[in-house]
């Protein structure tokens, strides 16, 4: 069947390129497709709080980032030490 020219860009995984399918459930299992993070460059904001006199820092992210994984990516400890990393910019 031809989806026709509205079909959405295919996902792909940000690791292995393979392209990766959406999360399938049934009656009694379910089959996942693809895990996605969200992150994302981030940038350390402090600003003080109108009718406060103290401080508020906080992360502020300025370019975000979504990192899709495919399962058997995700079954790699390398990968899922990157997605660590991935998920707290502020500490890399
Ligand atoms: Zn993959």
Redo the contacts with the bound molecule.
């Keep these: 069947m031809d989806p026709g020219p509205t079909k959405a860009r295919a996902r792909r ?6 392209e ?1 399918s959406e999360t399938v459930h049934t009656q009694l299992d379910y089959r996942v497709g693809f895990y996605e993070l969200h992150t994302g460059e981030v940038e350390v904001v402090t600003r003080l709080i109108h009718g406060n006199e103290s401080e508020v820092t906080f992360l502020k992210l300025v370019r975000p980032e979504y990192i899709v ?2 399962p ?3 079954a790699r400890p390398e ?1 899922l030490a990157e997605r660590d990393r991935l998920f707290r910019p502020e500490d890399n």
């Design positions: 995984c940000h690791h292995c390129g393979n990766v994984t495919c058997s990516c995700y990968i």
